[in-house]
């Protein structure tokens, strides 16, 4: 009756044990993220989810089996291949970022996380890897914006500005125009200035147009 008892309990075991083993087969394929298991004794490389085949461009043949000085072109810095050993000395590495080397040569950001554990009695490293490159593209983008509004923001305080001078200007000359007595030399000088003070005003106005990003189209009316 106990050796009943303990073979039924090694069976739930074996029963347990079978059914973490498939929940973790599932999430290993289903992740979008790349994840790898590699075992720390000499950087082999045990597996590879789809998602590490779509992100990195190699095939799942070209990297399983293969130990890290045989896939070192992955890494774009030489340095970024000691994440492994710092995995096997403090147990984890938490969102690393670096850069890497896809299969067609096109270097992407990813940041990486691993963590140490046994599987079979060996020490391996289970490591999730996040393409972070679009994400970088509109960062980038992002502060480009930023950047282009504060321009923006400076160009239309100084267009304001500049136009109130240019207005002061343009009613003094209209006013100077208005004089009967002033000579002909006087009145062409005053003219030039005029049409001077026109353009500066349709500068200011560009300057106005390009603080608030909008888009116009002129015509006669």
């Known amino acids: 009756e106990i050796v009943a008892q303990r073979t039924r309990e090694l069976n739930a075991t074996n029963d347990r044990l079978r059914e973490s083993e498939e929940h ?39 990297i399983v089996g293969r130990g890290r000085d045989e896939v070192r072109g992955i890494w774009v810095h030489n340095e970024d291949r000691d994440w492994i050993n710092q995995v096997a000395r403090q147990d984890l590495v938490r969102e690393r970022q670096l850069r890497v080397r896809r299969f067609d040569g096109r270097e992407i950001d990813v940041v990486l996380s691993s963590e140490k554990t046994t599987i079979h009695g060996q020490a391996c490293a289970i490591t999730i890897t996040r393409d972070i ?75 106005l147009l390009f603080s608030r990003r909008q888009a116009v189209q002129s015509q006669p009316l």
């Open 133 to 207: 490159s679009e994400y970088k593209a509109l960062q980038a983008q992002l502060l480009h914006v930023q950047k282009m509004d504060a321009v923006g923001q400076l160009a239309g305080g100084f267009a304001h500005d500049f136009n109130n001078i240019l207005s002061a200007m343009y009613l003094n000359v209209g006013l100077l125009l208005d004089d009967k007595s002033i000579t002909q030399a006087t009145r062409t000088g005053l003219l030039e200035l005029q049409n001077g003070a026109k353009r500066a005003t349709s500068l200011t106005r560009q300057l």
């Open 24 to 62: 973790f087969s599932r999430a290993f394929h289903a992740s979008p993220d790349a994840v790898s298991i590699t075992r720390l004794s000499d950087g082999l490389v045990l597996d590879v989810n789809g998602a590490f085949v779509r992100i990195f461009g190699y095939s799942r043949d070209e």
